[in-house]
């Protein structure tokens, strides 16, 4: 896919994927029992760039849907964080 913007990509989510984010502020893992909601048919990660979502990003993904997650009390490099974030998915989803 061509880059686009991240107000038009949160807008582009389908509403059956189970939208995440992670984000250094929040300290709960919000996606425990998500592998029994038949509902969900994907998935949608947002990594942020070094340094972070801001917290309007954090709102704006909000809004259209996503919950804000932990990965931990380490701040992770983004390829880094890509990797535990889908590890968590799957590990709460099986």
């Given at each position: 896919?061509?880059?686009?913007s991240f107000a038009h990509f949160i807008a582009s989510?389908?509403?059956?994927?189970?939208?995440?984010?992670?984000h250094e502020k929040v300290t709960a893992t919000n996606i425990t029992g998500i592998g029994r909601?038949?509902?969900?048919?994907?998935?949608?990660i947002c990594i942020g760039a070094e340094g972070g979502f801001t917290d309007g990003e954090?709102?704006?993904?909000?809004?259209?849907?996503?919950?804000?997650?932990s990965l931990g009390?380490?701040?992770?490099?983004?390829?880094t964080a890509a990797i535990?974030?889908?590890?968590?998915?799957?590990?709460?989803?099986?």
């Open positions: 896919h061509e880059a686009t989510v389908d509403a059956s994927s189970l939208k995440i984010i992670p909601d038949k509902s969900i048919t994907s998935v949608a954090i709102e704006q993904a909000q809004c259209a849907g996503f919950v804000p997650v009390e380490r701040r992770l490099r983004t390829e535990v974030a889908v590890s968590s998915v799957i590990m709460h989803t099986q």
